[in-house]
């Protein structure tokens, strides 16, 4: 698969950046194409009022690099892996930006809205989140979003992994190893179980599919 892991932490060396990075060695090491790129590199503004900013083409008109991630790299990818640090019980800024502004892509009058439209679903999603916090409640709501994210675009959450740690690093003595955990979703991503059952949902009776 084509792997893309998005560090949406403002540090590059920080926690989220340490389990971002784990997360893309892991999809290497089961034979993905992983890239790893920082929010930071690739937005400068928040998403606009559209109906003064558009061109006369329905176009964008934001001068920054997100739109060529957007089209370079989050489109063909198969699989994208957010990683963030928790930030007011949400997630960062950076990353509620790089979602806000998807809309201005698949709106009706961006004029290839439908090739965005199509290449923004049916993709297989991870979660990464650092947190000074160990309270499990600190990261509901991000865990939250993501998961409406890939039901509004088809998608599948197939895994999320939390790390605690404050200070750089920190994320490296958590007991729990969140740094394995992470290159292990990163390993897995391909295979990753997901499901949104409702009361009519035909399912077999076990979940994995048994050998012999």
Known sequence: MNVLVVNA???RDGNSARLALASAEGAREAGHVAS??????????FLRDCRRCRNALGQCTIEDRYERLLRDQVLPAEAIVFATPVYWYGVSGQLKTFFDRMFCFIAASQPDSERFVSGLSGKRLGLLISSEE?????????????????????????GVVRGIGNKRGDVELDPSDPLQAARELGRTLALGHSSDYRIDTERPASTWLRQG
């Open 134 to 158: 160990t309270y499990p409640g600190a990261s509901l709501a991000l865990i939250h979003q993501l998961q409406e994210y890939a039901r509004y675009t088809h998608s599948a959450l197939v």
């Open 36 to 45: 790893l790129v920082h929010l930071d590199d690739h937005l400068q503004y």
């Open 9 to 11: 932490s403002p540090r």
